[in-house]
């Protein structure tokens, strides 16, 4: 089992614990997601004192109070993430770093001004007592949970984004990896021998042209390294789209059946390159290079997902006809 959640510590709290973790980003405001996740959690035997939410419970979705209160009345662990940050402090935006006068720019003015009309006082305080960053500890190994980068909350970092800026970030933290969440897109991979991991989101797709979503489990190994399984989730999308479009969030609704989120046009290349491909579950063993064998790597070498360029190019090909 995990342990209490520690006192603040510099980089935020500390949970730790011995038996599998649960990650999950996102809720994105969409009730129907958020609670099949708990409910997954349930059928798996993971207790809220390990599991840990990447920041994000508010946005697309219709159902801003209604999904916040579910997290907070489930006792998991929770980081800030940009919307929590923005909605506490009565900003006028989500903060999200949207290009101005983009598509998503435009369509999140719209969600916000919907959430934060369902937002109490309460909701605001509790969101503005949320830390920054939540240390993981798996057995020997340590990891920063952060929304978007140790240095920015709402820091883009895909798959896609280079080594060294993920070798900054990682040496700004100062652990063996960090659990990121706010691009929405599930990935894990080794970054000079360090881990760099985004479990994706529950409350929306994961633009693979299916309407499931994603979450991850972290267990560690007796061996030596953390097993890290990315897994898939259906739930309900039909009744969170309705009422999405009930509420005027029509181009979100679509996205949920579709699998292709509203910002795909303006993800990085490689991740446009994937739009369309249907992710499989996966586990992978990460284990952590020596502090010698690190200053020499700066390679970042994917470990999930894995998928042949060829496949890539061919449902490439095909969505565009």
């Not at 949970?145 to 700004?172: P, W, Y």
């Amino acid at each position: 089992m995990a342990s209490p959640t520690d006192k603040m510590t510099k980089s935020g709290p500390v949970v730790r614990s011995a038996d599998p973790v649960a990650i999950f980003g996102g809720p994105y405001s969409n009730l129907e997601a958020t609670r099949a996740f708990y409910d997954e959690m349930v059928r798996r035997g993971i207790s809220p004192d390990r599991i840990v939410c990447t920041g994000d419970i508010i946005a697309y979705g219709a159902d801003a109070s209604a999904t916040l209160a579910l997290v907070r009345a489930s006792g998991c662990h929770v980081v800030m993430g940009n919307v929590e940050e923005n909605l506490a402090a009565g900003a006028a935006d989500c903060g999200c770093g949207f290009e101005e006068g983009s598509t998503c720019d435009r369509l999140s003015a719209v969600w916000f001004a919907h959430a934060a009309s369902q937002l109490s006082l309460d909701d605001r305080v509790w969101m503005a007592g949320l830390s920054r960053q939540i240390e993981l500890a798996i057995g020997p190994y340590r990891f920063a949970v952060l929304h978007g980068g140790v240095d920015n909350i709402n820091r883009l970092v895909f798959a896609s984004t280079d080594a060294a800026t993920k070798r900054q970030q990682l040496d700004e933290a100062g652990m063996d990896g960090v659990i990121g969440g706010h691009c929405g897109l599930p990935f894990t991979q080794s970054v000079g021998g360090r881990l760099w991991h985004n479990s994706g989101a529950v409350g929306m797709p994961a633009n693979d042209g299916t309407a499931r979503v994603w979450y991850s489990i972290f267990r560690p190994e007796a061996a030596g390294g953390v097993a890290i399984e990315h897994r898939a989730l259906g739930y309900d999308q039909a009744s969170a789209a309705a009422k999405m479009r009930h509420v005027g969030l029509s181009e979100y609704a679509e996205a949920l059946g579709s699998g292709i989120r509203v910002d795909a046009d303006t993800l990085p290349p490689p991740e446009q390159r994937m739009r369309g491909v249907a992710l499989e579950e996966g586990r992978v063993l990460w284990k952590p290079d020596s502090a010698e064998q690190r200053i020499e790597r700066i390679d970042c070498r994917p470990l999930w997902p894995i998928v042949a360029e060829e496949h890539v190019r061919d449902r490439a090909t095909i969505s565009s006809h």
